[in-house]
């Protein structure tokens, strides 16, 4: 019997809600229980698939080819869990839904309203696709007291009567702010978020405060007493020096073991909480830095490559090195600033991307990463950069690039028109912008003596994609002929998807994304090698 906890946010947005649903998530499974964990996002966009990272931070892909907010990455690197289609909803796919079903009569004439058709519709989604899970966590986007929020909350108030208020948990997250001025703990903001939660009514059962410092007991008792929640139950998140201490955090707050009170579950034994030790005190102590340069056009926005950044520190734990990632700006990048700006890395990364802004930067420091011998990584976009750059300079083609960004080019890269899916063939376009890419989980076969399989130790692999234009196979001897090889490929033999420098240290091309399958307790093998050339490079 599945029991659900909602998990809401107020006061201001990017709270952590994410994070501490997934940490949440991995005590409740660390002590032997099934758990699923699902999003509900109040944006009108279908998914976040055609947002700009400016606009929503990345896009993250599960195995089955959903594009979908980035705390589902939050969820599976805590959780181990993989996401799926089903885990992710927004404003935008409930209303496209609900608008099919009427244009083909499905209301049959009804008038359709948000009560009771989108909300049944979000109650909908909160039960798909639940078989054995003992927990499912539904984290709600937004912040209360937004108006996208309100059919999402109306849904979950909905769904506890219907299934069982003792079925049916309700945290809420808020801030607690500190006045330097005063040198006060407000409390205010809280008790009028959940004002604003009990008025259209939902009583939180758990309030989680996050804070800059940790909240004294009055505080807390004046919580409690203004937002009718039991002491026990006002929970203090303080700002901690890495994400992967949340799970200890919580943990020493007796979250878990709140939640099971709340449900009368007694604990099946005590979370395993020595792996995120062992990997903070990594990250936190470990003296040696490997400064790693990530070149792009969205380095500025934290969140804009968030699995990428997270995957780098997980390769960073495997060697036992801290990243220091020096992000630069692709557009800003010239080709006279190249070594100033990359004297004092040790690797350099050009990450997945679309468009032509900032290009010739990356293909700059692509040509200088391959001549100067620094292990290079080069993922989707970066690997096709990377093609570009070889053809120019090694093959001399000068009008090498890409159909995505210039049709009078000569195509080393070219937009695919089908792709084979698990034996169905599958049409590619660019005309509908949303969901029409080679999304997902997708097989490879690797080279023998490449070090690709050297580092998969594996024949195959199937990594996630995100991506409508490929590589061009038919230049593939003119490659190889030069030492550029084709080490991966589509099982099909015609989609190239990784390529490799022969008389490198460490220069390799992926299509697919890595990150989105690297976890903190268990580093993906291509950035655990990635740092460990780049640690042998910062020591020459």
């Known amino acids: 019997m599945a029991r659900y906890i909602f998990v809401t946010g107020g006061v201001v947005s990017s709270l952590g809600k994410g994070l501490s649903s997934a940490s949440l998530g991995y005590l409740l499974r660390s002590q032997g229980y099934k758990v699923r964990i699902r999003k509900m996002d109040p944006y009108l966009n279908v998914d976040p698939g055609t947002m700009s990272p400016f606009q929503h931070g990345e896009v993250f892909v599960t195995d089955d080819g959903a594009e979908t907010d980035l705390d589902l990455g939050h ?11 089903s885990d992710n909803i927004t404003t935008g796919r409930i209303y496209s839904d609900i608008i099919k079903k009427e244009r083909r009569g499905g209301y049959l004439g009804k008038t359709v309203q948000v009560i009771p058709h989108v909300t049944d519709r979000i109650k909908e989604f909160i039960k798909k696709d639940i078989t054995n899970e003992d927990f499912v966590i539904c984290e709600i986007g937004g912040t209360v007291g937004d108006i996208e929020s309100l059919p999402f909350l109306e849904a979950i108030r909905q769904f506890s009567n219907d299934n069982g208020r003792s079925k049916s948990l309700f945290i809420h997250l808020t801030f607690v702010p500190f006045l330097k001025s005063s040198d006060e703990i407000k409390t205010k903001p809280t008790q009028h978020s959940v004002k604003e939660l009990r008025s259209i009514g939902i009583q939180p059962d758990i309030v989680i405060c996050r804070s800059q410092q940790s909240i004294p007991l009055d505080q807390r008792r004046k919580i409690s007493l203004f937002c009718n929640v039991d002491i026990a139950n006002v929970i203090e998140t303080v700002d901690v020096k ?17 939640v099971l009170k709340f449900f009368k579950i007694k604990s099946r034994k005590r979370p395993n909480l020595q792996p995120w030790k062992k990997i903070t005190n990594i990250v936190l102590k ?3 830095t490997v400064n790693i340069a990530i070149i792009g056009k969205y380095v500025n926005l934290k969140d804009a490559y968030k699995s990428l950044d997270e995957a780098l520190t997980h390769g960073g734990i495997s060697n036992k090195v801290k990243i220091n990632l020096v992000r630069i700006e692709s557009d800003k990048l010239r080709s006279k600033q190249i070594k100033s700006k990359l004297k004092n890395v040790s690797g350099i990364l050009i990450p997945g991307g679309f468009g032509k802004r900032g290009t010739e930067g990356k293909i700059e420091a692509i040509r200088y990463a391959r001549k100067r011998k620094i292990p290079f990584l080069g993922i989707c976009f970066g690997m096709q950069m990377a093609m570009i750059e070889f053809a120019r300079n090694i093959l001399k083609i000068k009008k090498a690039g890409s159909s995505e960004l210039d049709n009078n080019c000569f195509p080393v890269i070219g937009l695919i028109e089908e792709w084979n899916k698990d034996g169905k063939i599958i049409k590619g376009t660019d005309k509908n912008l949303g969901g029409t890419m080679r999304l997902g989980l997708y097989e490879a076969k690797l080279r023998n003596n490449s070090a690709i399989k050297n580092i998969y130790k594996s024949n195959t692999i199937s990594e996630r994609h995100r991506h409508r234009y490929e590589v061009n196979i038919n230049l593939m001897q003119k490659f190889e002929k030069k030492g550029l090889m084709f080490s991966g490929i589509s099982p099909d033999n015609k989609l190239p998807e990784i390529i490799e420098l022969k008389n490198h240290p460490w220069f390799i091309g992926v299509q697919f994304h890595p990150e989105f399958k690297s976890r903190p307790l268990n580093p993906h093998p291509l950035f655990s090698s990635f740092i460990k050339a780049a640690k042998s490079f910062n020591g020459k």
Do not use: V, W
Request: glycine share 4%; net charge positive.
């Open 242 to 258: 890495t994400i992967y201490e949340a799970p200890i955090s919580f943990f020493n707050q007796k979250l878990d073991k709140q």
């Open 75 to 85: 969820y599976e690197r805590f959780t181990n869990i993989s996401a799926k289609q």
């Open 286 to 288: 470990t003296g040696r």
